[in-house]
């Protein structure tokens, strides 16, 4: 029995990473309130109008899910890095703006960390996808 040679990963596969990191980050992140919403609020602060941060989960698991879904394809679609990238830079606009207003704890602003560092992935990765 022959077994295929392994061969190593193109520009495409690297394209990929980005949305598999971003996508599982956004599930957990937006699943947490959902399945505990006194461990969500422990660490980011109280919550007085807990539908929307339920629904701002819901949202987030959604995308999280389409982008895990993009980073299995074998080329990485300009919908979903614009989905990525779009969201990431809505996330981290929203995190810094509401920490500078003293209207979110200051922990969001590890959240907005992360955004921009799954945004330079999505940068460093770029267009080699069409480059394959």
Not at 63 to 92: C, D, H, N
Request: a positive charge; hydrophobic letters at 50%.
């Amino acid at each position: 029995m022959e077994l295929p040679l392994r061969t190593r990963p193109g520009k495409a596969d690297f394209a990929r990473i980005p949305l598999l990191i971003q996508g599982g980050y956004y599930v957990a992140s937006g699943i947490w309130p959902l399945l505990n919403m006194r461990s969500f609020e422990r660490v980011t602060g109280p919550k007085t109008d807990k539908w929307l941060v339920k629904t701002v989960g819901i949202l987030v698991t959604a995308i999280g899910a389409s982008l895990l879904l993009a980073s299995k394809r074998k080329t990485v679609s300009p919908e979903g890095r614009l989905l990525a990238a779009g969201t990431g830079a809505a996330l981290a606009l929203i995190d810094v703006t509401y920490v500078a207003k003293r209207r979110i704890a200051r922990v969001y602003l590890l959240d907005a960390f992360a955004e921009a560092a799954l945004l330079l992935g999505l940068l460093l990765a770029g267009n080699s996808s069409r480059k394959e």
